[in-house]
Each structure stands twice: as C-alpha cells, then as structure tokens.
Nanobody
Framework: QVQLVESGGGLVQAGGSLRLSCAVS????????AGWFRQVQGEEREFVAA????????HYADSVKGRFTISRDNAKNMVYLQMNSLKPEDTAVYYC????????????????WGQGTQVTVSS
C-alpha cells in the first residue's frame, strides 16, 4: 500500500523560497508518475507540476514555470518541489500525489494523495 507524507510548508514573504518534500512508502513508487497540486478552500485542486517515473520528463503549470522545480529521488522514495520567487497567489494547501496511469495534469487520475501542507505567502 502506497502512502505519502508531505512536509516543508510554512509562512514566507513574497519573493522568498520554500522546498516541499513528499515521502512515499511502498515498492511501487518507481512505477508511478508523481505530481504536486494545490488547492485553495472552495476551489478545485489545481495542477502545479509532475515528473515521470524515471525523472526524465517534467511538466509545469504556466503560472509556476520558471519559478518552481519538481524532482524525485527514487532511491530514497522522495519527491520534491523547490519553490522560488513566491507570490501571494501561490498561497494554498499543496498536495503530493502519485498515479500509475492517466493524464498527469488531471487530479482525478491520481491514485494516492498525501495529507497536504500549507504554504502561505505574505505580501
């Protein structure tokens, strides 16, 4: 059974940086695409970034391209999201997810989610 635990969220001023981590348990991690999504209360979960099984391919939402970097370490079963030049509109709960098939930017195609970590960017 795959389980995910996110960490690294917090309060940061605009222009600052945070690094989110996602620890994944389970032997099937290397078979999955991993993604980061974010959600503001009352809104749909929004795609942020995704990375392929071997880490060779990455995808980003236009709103974070050039500022955020997704990476993974399959030896450690970890997924990361480095967030630079943060803006107040990046404020949300950030979720890590894994999928074994489906469309990488479609939240409903993800099979397992973590509990989320709050990121708050002050102006």
């Amino acid at each position: 059974q795959v389980q995910l635990v996110e960490s690294g969220g917090g309060l940061v001023q605009a222009g600052g940086s945070l690094r989110l981590s996602c620890a994944v348990s389970g032997r099937t991690f290397t078979l999955s695409t991993a993604g980061w999504f974010r959600q503001v209360q009352g809104e749909e979960r929004e795609f942020v970034a995704a990375i392929s099984r071997d880490g060779a391919n990455t995808h980003y939402a236009d709103s974070v391209k050039g500022r955020f970097t997704i990476s993974r370490d399959n030896a450690k079963n970890m997924v990361y999201l480095q967030m630079n030049s943060l803006k107040p509109e990046d404020t949300a709960v950030y979720y890590c997810g894994v999928q074994f098939s489906g469309i990488y930017y479609y939240a409903r195609s993800y099979d397992v989610w973590g509990q989320g970590t709050q990121v708050t960017v002050s102006s």
